[in-house]
């Protein structure tokens, strides 16, 4: 008799032992789902692809057939980039995307997750390539890219309808040049959030939607493409003043070791935030570094002055030219503003 209450007594410790283990695990689930759904969402519409890079002591000229000394194959496009870097320095990010249905579009899916991007909206298309960017890049670190969209020309009006909550909701919103832009204008028309532009590659007939950019993101190049005249640093503070002019609200034009100069609308007057000198491993990415930090800064830090936010952004870009690769070059784990960052009116 004894031995069968021992018996129950035991059975019922574990029946209880499980429950607890059970609710632990719920309770631990949904610590996680609320910590996750309270921090700022940072959503990317943009592109994914897969990088194929050659690296050899330059690049080659025109016709010109040089011997490399490495090629590695690793995870790209804008939209990605910029969401993984945001994921890395600890963001809530999103990534709505179209893969292709090949073995690259499967793994590059996991990839994201194993980054700890939300990857619900990010689609493998059906009887589609994904995107790929063949880079070559030079020992000085300078870099040649060509890009084949392949499903990212996919992503439509559609998927944007389909994310409509997400993107409405979304504290930031991050766009990008290498998706068909309609898509790109029709979720910056809904956003109603900070919605930020990297018009990168180069557009023309882009100025519809500047007027629903919270901040406008381009480099020297790409500056130059938009005003129409060579900009540098001598010159920044008149190509700020036109970029304001299209209605962006704040304009940020990045200058690779030379930091990054901005104005907004509310104060016109361009300001230049420096950044430290370093010697460049491989500048792949960098600008999508600096957009993710940025980002991610943006909504992590509202207090802060912007000067200091784009000079956190100018130190990630700064970190990852330091190593080789794009997405494996962003830092984890980073500690942003143990440190001022110094930076002069123009």
């Known amino acids: 008799m004894s031995e069968q209450i021992m018996c129950n007594s035991y059975n019922s410790s574990l029946s209880h032992l499980a429950i607890n283990v059970r609710f632990c695990t719920i309770l631990n689930y949904f610590i996680v789902k609320m910590t996750s759904e309270s921090k700022p969402k940072i959503v990317v519409i943009g592109s994914c692809s897969v990088d194929f890079t050659t690296y050899a002591p330059r690049l ?26 945001a994921a890395k320095l600890g963001g809530n990010a999103h990534m709505i995307c179209k893969l292709g249905d090949d073995q690259w579009g499967k793994k590059y899916k996991e990839h994201l997750k194993e980054c700890g991007v939300n990857v619900t909206y990010s689609h493998n298309a059906a009887n589609s390539m994904t995107g790929i960017a063949q880079i070559s890049v030079a020992e000085n670190g300078e870099n040649q890219i060509v890009i084949v969209p392949g499903a990212n020309k996919l992503l439509s009006k559609s998927d944007v309808q389909e994310a409509l909550v997400l993107i409405k909701n979304a504290d930031i919103l991050i766009g990008q040049l290498e998706i068909p ?15 930020l532009l990297n018009a990168a590659p180069a557009m023309q007939d882009i100025h519809e939607i500047f007027p629903y950019c919270s901040i406008l993101c381009v480099n020297e190049s790409e500056a ?6 060579s900009v540098t640093l001598s010159n920044a503070a008149h190509a700020l003043l036109r970029l304001l002019d299209t209605g962006c609200e704040t304009v940020v034009i990045t200058l ?16 230049h935030v420096l950044t430290r000198s370093v010697k460049p491993v491989d500048t792949t990415g960098a600008g999508d570094a600096f957009v993710g930090a ?6 992590k830090y509202k207090t802060l002055p912007l000067h200091q936010i784009i000079g956190a952004a100018c130190e990630v870009a700064t970190i990852s030219v330091t190593r080789e690769g794009t997405q494996t070059s962003y830092p984890t784990d980073y500690k942003p503003f143990a440190k001022e960052y110094e930076y002069i009116s123009l």
């Open 60 to 85: 080659p000229s025109p016709g010109e057939t040089l011997h490399g000394t490495k090629f590695v194959t690793s995870y790209g496009g804008k939209g990605a980039n910029q969401c993984v870097a």
């Open 294 to 299: 940025l980002a991610t800064f943006l909504v």
């Open 224 to 229: 130059s493409y938009l005003t129409n005249n």
């Open 256 to 271: 690779g070791e030379k930091g990054a100069v901005y104005a907004t609308k509310y104060d016109r007057k361009g300001i």
């Open 181 to 195: 832009y309609e898509t790109t204008l029709e979720a910056f028309k809904l956003n109603k959030g900070l919605r």
